[in-house]
């Protein structure tokens, strides 16, 4: 069976719209600095425009997708490449142990589904093994909150810059995919740190305290942070004169190492109050 041979529908409650502009597939590509020894792992693979890529130019490729059909018929599509293995999966609770060797570094490209972006990256940035590279598509709303800076940052400009430098490569005009999405796409380029951006006790804590504090994003800092741990206002002050941070501030301003330092006087806060009780 050849790739001429294999008819693939679209399932709009996947919402699957397929890359078919080889001239941004290019530029992914070129984007995740690719060799002829790296492993990838493609999360939405599709009908395969950047899979018959991938196969042609790296060690091997994992192409992990969520529709039965297009996993399935991915492979006889591209004429069986030795190369490739299918997973049928969805990516954002697929194990990346089983999929990937102990030791073994790899990149990550991928097309993601708008609905399913954010939970998938959170997971691949936060989980082991942790790609060296990311190349991701997704909404361009979200692709300009993840390269933001302070003044414009949210929850996911933080989570994602805690892990990983971030850089747009490309928008994607609508016309790129079939069927074409109601709004423009963009590639961005994750490279994972090789330690976090702050230095932390527990990600899981910091990240409740950085959730708290873009609980009421339009308001002040004091006022945010306080509403989002449920702490009265006077304590939230406190809690950012600890960590010398102006109160006054609004939470979009903070950069990632003033996160870290209410992380860290909020938890000397908490630890001192459950030995006074």
Not at 54 to 64: D, I, N, P, Q, S
Not at 120 to 143: C, D, F, G
Not at 164 to 179: E, L, T, Y
Not at 190 to 195: E, R, T
Request: glycine residues 4%.
């Amino acid at each position: 069976m050849t790739s001429s041979s294999v008819r693939i529908s679209t399932r709009k409650s996947l919402g699957q719209h397929f890359l078919a502009d080889i001239r941004t597939a290019g530029r992914i590509l070129n984007a995740a600095d690719l060799s002829e020894n790296d492993v990838v792992v493609e999360i939405g693979p599709g009908r395969g425009v950047l899979t018959k890529r991938l196969v042609e130019r790296v060690k091997r490729v994992v192409a992990v997708e969520l529709d039965s059909g297009l996993a399935a018929a991915l492979p006889a599509r591209l004429e069986f490449p030795p190369n490739l293995t299918c997973v049928e999966a969805d990516a954002r609770i697929v194990d990346l142990a089983e999929l990937i060797a102990p030791d073994t570094s790899y990149k990550v490209v991928a097309n993601l589904p708008y609905y399913a972006a954010n939970p998938i990256i959170r997971r691949l940035l936060e989980s082991e093994p942790k790609p060296n590279l990311l190349v991701v598509m997704v909404q361009q709303e979200v692709a300009k909150n993840m390269i933001a800076k302070p003044g414009d940052m949210g929850i996911l400009s933080v989570a994602t810059q805690f892990y990983a430098k971030a850089k747009m490569v490309c928008s994607v005009p609508p016309k790129s995919f079939r069927p074409p999405p109601k709004v423009t796409s963009a590639v961005v380029r994750l490279d994972v740190l090789p330690s976090t951006a702050a230095e932390v006790a527990s990600e899981e804590d910091f990240f409740t305290v950085v959730r708290a504090g873009f609980a009421a994003p339009r308001k002040q800092i004091r006022n945010s942070l306080s509403h989002g741990l449920k702490i009265e206002p006077v304590a939230g002050g406190l809690i950012l004169k600890q960590a010398g941070i102006d109160a006054t501030r609004r939470p979009q301003t903070l950069d990632i190492s003033e996160w870290a330092h209410i992380y860290k006087a909020w938890s000397e806060t908490s630890e001192l109050q459950s030995k006074d009780s």
